[in-house]
């Protein structure tokens, strides 16, 4: 009796699982929120304000002007595996020369997402 109760659990845990694994689009919308903040909380604070004032350059209106094309950039960079119940998300992002490159890996389950690794390349 209780083993039938408990394989009855563990299926509608993976049932449950399985409906809510996140979608690659999901994982899209997920990466540009973390990195837009990841960016504007961070990186440009990293920058002195004033070459900021000397070069008229407003980094956090940079991160806003090329936030549609982070999502392009997230979708063709990411690898996605598939494990029904759960998905893995590898992304490798290298936008130019003088901006080091970064590496993530993601979790996707229970409609949400856990980075578990970001490193620099």
């Known amino acids: ?3 039938s109760v408990g394989a009855v659990g563990i299926a509608v845990l993976g049932v449950t699982m399985a ?3 996140p979608q690659q689009a999901e994982y899209e919308e997920y990466a540009v929120r973390k990195l837009t903040t990841y960016l504007k909380t961070d990186f ?3 920058r002195p304000n004033f070459l900021q004032n000397i070069i008229q350059f407003n980094c ?4 806003e002007s090329v936030n549609p094309k982070m999502r392009d ?3 063709n960079t990411t690898k996605r595996q598939n494990y029904i119940v759960f998905s893995t998300y590898t992304t490798g992002l290298k936008i130019d020369n003088l901006i080091p490159g970064y590496k993530f890996e993601t979790v996707g389950a229970l409609d949400n997402f856990y ?3 970001a490193e620099q390349q």
């Open 73 to 75: 950039v997230i979708a």
């Open 19 to 21: 409906q809510t694994n």
């Open 60 to 63: 956090e209106q940079l991160i």
């Open 44 to 46: 440009c604070k990293q």
């Open 1 to 3: 009796m209780i083993a």
């Open 115 to 117: 980075t578990y690794k």
